[in-house]
Nanobody
Framework: QVQLVESGGGSVQSGGSLRLSCTLSGYTYSKGCMGWFRQAPGKEREKVALVDSEGTTTYADSVKGRFTLSKDSAKRTLYLQMGSLKPDETAMYYC?????????????????????WGQGTQVTVSS
């Protein structure tokens, strides 16, 4: 059973930075995809950044150049470094793992391709 635990959310002013962390437990030999999604009140969950087992990362256009996704395989931890944050990026941020555990590219994957989710961590950006 895959379990994901996020941390690092909080409140920051516009233009500020935060780093989110997500630790994987359970199926630790997975070669599936992992990533971050976010959901603001009244809006659909949207992809922020994904990474496959080869380290190929994919970003939403809105965060390119400002967010960096990285992983520490030894610690089984995924990080999302967020910079130049904007008020409209206030949302619950979720770490997720794909339904699959084998090596597969996930550049075009969406929320429906991810079956394992963390509890979410709130990010609030004030103007």
């Amino acid at each position: 059973q895959v379990q994901l635990v996020e941390s690092g959310g909080g409140s920051v002013q516009s233009g500020g930075s935060l780093r989110l962390s997500c630790t994987l437990s359970g199926y630790t030999y997975s070669k599936g995809c992992m990533g971050w999604f976010r959901q603001a009140p009244g809006k659909e969950r949207e992809k922020v950044a994904l990474v496959d087992s080869e380290g190929t990362t994919t970003y939403a256009d809105s965060v390119k150049g400002r967010f960096t996704l990285s992983k520490d395989s030894a610690k089984r931890t995924l990080y999302l470094q967020m910079g130049s944050l904007k008020p409209d990026e206030t949302a619950m941020y979720y770490c997720a793992h794909s339904w699959w555990f084998f090596r597969q590219r996930c550049e075009t994957s969406g929320p429906g391709d991810f079956g394992y989710w963390g509890q979410g961590t709130q990010v609030t950006v004030s103007s």
